[in-house]
C-alpha cells in the first residue's frame, strides 16, 4: 500500500506540477517511440496522482475491474451485433 502523505503547504499544487510535467514527458517519449519508457512515466504519473488524491489501492483495484468488465461486455455486445448483421444478410 502508498504512503499516505501528509500534504503540507504548495504540495498539492507542487504534486500537480510534477504530473502535468509526466504528462508531456510521456507524449515526448511516444513520439520518439520509447514506449516502455512511456509506460514507466505513466506509472509513475498514477502513482503520484492516487496519493494526490487519497485513492487507496483496493478503490483503484476496484475501479479497474470495472472498467475491465466494462470494456468486456463492450466487445460481447459488439460480437453480437456482427453476429446479427451477417445473419441478416444470409
Do not use: W
Not at 504548495?10 to 502535468?20: D, R, T
Not at 483503484?60 to 456482427?82: D, N, P, T
Amino acid at each position: 500500500m502508498p504512503q499516505v502523505l501528509a500534504m503540507t503547504e504548495g504540495m498539492p499544487e507542487q504534486l500537480q506540477a510534477i504530473i502535468s510535467a509526466a504528462e508531456n514527458h510521456i507524449r515526448v517519449l511516444r513520439a520518439f517511440g520509447l514506449e516502455d519508457t512511456a509506460r514507466i512515466f505513466a506509472i509513475a504519473k498514477l502513482d503520484l496522482q492516487t496519493r494526490l488524491y487519497g485513492i487507496s489501492d483496493d478503490e483503484l483495484e476496484a475501479f479497474c475491474e470495472a472498467l475491465e468488465s466494462a470494456a468486456s461486455f463492450a466487445r460481447e455486445a459488439e460480437v453480437i451485433e456482427l453476429a446479427s448483421r451477417k445473419s441478416r444478410k444470409a
